[in-house]
């Protein structure tokens, strides 16, 4: 299945859950995945079983993340402020997945690493749009889902092999902190490289006009 397709799946899946939520507010709907996303730090600190239930709210925060966005839009509710709120709770969810990472064993500098280079790329893109881009300059190794994927990852290998990942004998949340923080990398030049063409063709079209 092509990734197109598994997305188109994701956000059909996403309206059909938002169904019953259509009276719930979409603030109060992002607020959810944040505390989901907390939640999932503490139930990654208490190890064992606890671990599948990290995995649920990661899950969780995705879907709480989807649902707010279908909400607002079905009901009307789409406003600015609302925008803002989503992206500053998305960026506070991504922080605490980069500390479940180091909950489960990543050295705090990969952590930092990663934490900072995902918060670049999303400056460069916020900077860029502010600065007249149009769309989102170009779609990464490391977007949204990306973010989601890795520290679930994490959890589920830290559940299922608690002696850490095989050949490396690293434990998952290295592993995984640093897979992160290379995709993060490359997202963060991809993206830049994007915004730089998509500036210079506009910059090239208003030269043709004058």
Known sequence: MSGSALAVGWLRAIHLLARPVLGVPPDVLTGC???????????????????????????????????????????????????????????????????VLLVLGAPAPWCAAMGTLLLLHEYIRARAQAAGLRGAGAITVAERPTRLIVPAVAVTGAALAPAGTPWTGWPWGTTCAVLGTGLSLIGSAHLWVGVARAFGRSEERGEDRG
């Open 33 to 99: 995945g944040v505390l989901s996303a907390l939640a999932a730090v503490w139930l990654a600190s208490l190890g064992g079983d606890a671990l599948w239930l990290t995995s649920a709210a990661i899950v969780a925060t995705g879907v709480f993340d989807g649902l707010d966005g279908a909400v607002a839009l079905r009901t009307g509710r789409a406003r600015p402020l609302g925008a803002v709120l989503d992206a500053a709770s998305d960026r506070l969810t991504e922080l605490c997945f980069v500390a």
